[in-house]
């Protein structure tokens, strides 16, 4: 009752134009998917939903809505999540900004933001309100560490200085983003957040003799680095000039395996050595753990940190296994052990961190820094890395992640497979099978609804697309092609929390000057 009651206010009183030909046409296609595949596609939803908001945006502009005010209430819900994103990385310790409950991943956020605060403030607030909802814009977008939602940013103000007479208020918004990217560069850059953005900056700059071969080990509690297979990990100090971060990491499934987990490639005959540093693990024993296939046979490790000494429980595939424990201050305790591998052939071994190796009882935690996996017989001074990937960056980390998916495009190219079957073909499919966390979907817009939908999910995709760039204008087309960039490295443009609003800003920028006399003011009789 209430979608028909939406339905009929928004549709009474705006006059149909072409736009709505595109959402009719994205509406009819996601539902001829849902029947092709024999299941509900939720797009059929989503776009029908995004139509409504559409329109009535459209309504609203129409019937001479106070522009001010509304750009005035999207700015001060911008400065609430700034506050709420500085309390995450801050107060809570995350690694990164998510925003309040209904934003999955900290990249919705980051794209909400592109739109919501970005293209609605700048569209529709005037003066210091405009400012200041900008600039919270722009600092929640950086402690997200969404680098598509900053490429996202940059596309934006880059169109407007190319297209408007007098971009002064782009080019503040770049030199903005460029002082706040240059502080975090400066005055954070041991955060998680920071360097998924600087990280691609300085990789090359950084010291290629750097031993640790673990992948953010300042960021265990980072799923996107490390698998957490029975355990939740928390950050309990961030990581503050050379004083490395600390973590607790608690087991929440009665399995003796759990850890937070990630592949490390050992060579034939290599000899390696792991350090760490535990404290208060109560009756527990925290230690390291590794396993891995072989065809040679399987290879594991497994070394505790008893009360009084180190503790080697369990080898295989290794030999000369040396492990020994130090006593440090403030009830911290140091374990290394350093082992070579026994096998013919490379050797990726799933390792990390367990709370309790003495016992598989849900809740045995520990506290843990200074994870480091290197090379050699002995253990060198600690290298944190907090970087995600180095180098080109996660686009070109993701390449395998793509091929996999246009492979799957090719082998059904009309329908697709259906929604949400990436995960799974790539299981059964993908050369990144063994990747961890499971990639959910292939982190390209495109190829994302060409897997899902074939031929025909991309039709739907490109009649959405025209719906909302349809008329739209100013910083509201700048801010979606921003969006639609930011979605060839990510896939967000079809979830709720960014398509609503997208299609918010795309009816409410459409008609020109809407709610506004020839001054610039209030039009007399309108809205009061």
């Known amino acids: 009752m209430a979608l028909i009651a939406v339905a009929f206010a928004a549709f009474r009183g705006v006059r149909p134009d072409r736009s709505d030909i595109a959402w009719l046409g994205a509406v009819l296609t996601y539902l001829v998917l849902s029947l092709a595949h024999s299941a509900w596609e939720p797009n059929v939803a989503g776009v029908l939903a995004a139509w409504l908001v559409h329109r009535g945006a459209r309504r609203i502009a129409g019937q001479g809505a106070d522009r001010e005010a509304l750009g005035a209430g999207f700015a001060l819900a911008t400065l609430v999540i700034a506050g709420f994103a500085l309390l995450e990385v801050g107060a809570l310790g995350r690694a ?12 919705v956020l980051a794209h909400v933001l592109l739109v919501s605060s970005v293209g609605i403030v700048a569209s529709f607030a005037n003066g210091t309100v405009r400012s200041a909802g900008l600039g919270a814009a722009v600092l929640a977008l950086v402690l997200t560490g969404s680098r598509s939602g900053l490429l996202g940013l940059a596309v934006t103000a880059a169109l407007l200085v190319a297209t408007q007479r007098r971009p002064r208020l782009a080019l503040a918004l770049m030199a903005t983003a460029a002082i706040i990217v240059a502080s975090v560069a400066i005055l954070a850059v041991g955060s998680p957040w920071a360097q998924r953005i600087v990280g691609p900056l300085t990789g090359p700059l950084s010291d290629p003799r750097a031993v640790n071969l673990l992948v953010a080990s300042e960021g265990i509690a980072n799923t996107a680095a490390w698998a957490h297979a029975g355990v939740e990990v928390l950050v309990t100090s961030a990581r503050r000039g050379p004083v490395p971060a600390v973590h607790r990491i608690e087991r929440n499934r009665s399995i003796d395996w759990a850890r937070p987990q990630q592949l490390v490639e050992l060579d034939p005959g290599g000899t390696y050595t792991m350090a760490a540093e535990f404290r208060d693990a109560g009756d527990g024993e925290p230690g390291f753990l590794g396993w891995a296939e072989h065809p040679d046979g399987s290879v594991e490790i497994r070394v505790s940190l008893a009360p009084d000494a180190a503790r080697v429980r369990r080898v295989a595939g290794f030999i000369d296994v040396n ?31 367990s709370p309790d190796l003495a016992s598989s009882t849900p809740g045995a935690s520990t506290e843990i820094r200074a994870l480091q996996f290197e090379a050699g017989a002995s253990a060198s001074t600690y290298v944190p890395t ?26 059904r190219p009309w329908m697709g497979w259906g929604y949400g079957a990436f995960p799974e073909y790539v299981v059964n ?35 959405l697309v025209t719906a909302l760039l349809w008329r739209s204008r100013g910083w509201g087309r700048a801010s979606l092609l921003g969006l639609l960039f930011a979605n060839l490295f990510d896939s967000t443009l079809l979830i709720a929390a960014v398509l609503l609003p997208a299609a918010f800003l795309s009816g409410a920028t459409s008609i020109p000057n809407a709610g506004r006399g020839p001054q610039g003011r209030p039009r007399p009789g309108r809205g009061s």
């Open 96 to 107: 990164r900004a998510q925003g309040p409950m209904g934003y999955d991943h900290p990249n």
């Open 429 to 463: 499919h993908g050369d990144d099978r063994a990747s961890t966390p499971l990639p959910t979907h292939p982190h390209n817009q495109i190829l994302s609804t060409a897997f899902d939908g074939g031929l025909v999910g991309l039709l739907g995709l490109g009649f």
């Open 323 to 353: 492990a020994r424990a130090i006593l440090l201050e403030d009830g911290w305790s140091r374990l290394e052990a350093t082992v070579t591998l026994d096998r013919s052939s490379p050797v990726d071994l799933a390792f990390g961190p």
């Open 386 to 411: 907090t970087r995600i990937r180095v180098g080109a960056g996660e686009a070109l980390a993701r390449l395998t992640i793509w091929r996999t998916a246009f492979d799957g495009i090719r082998a």
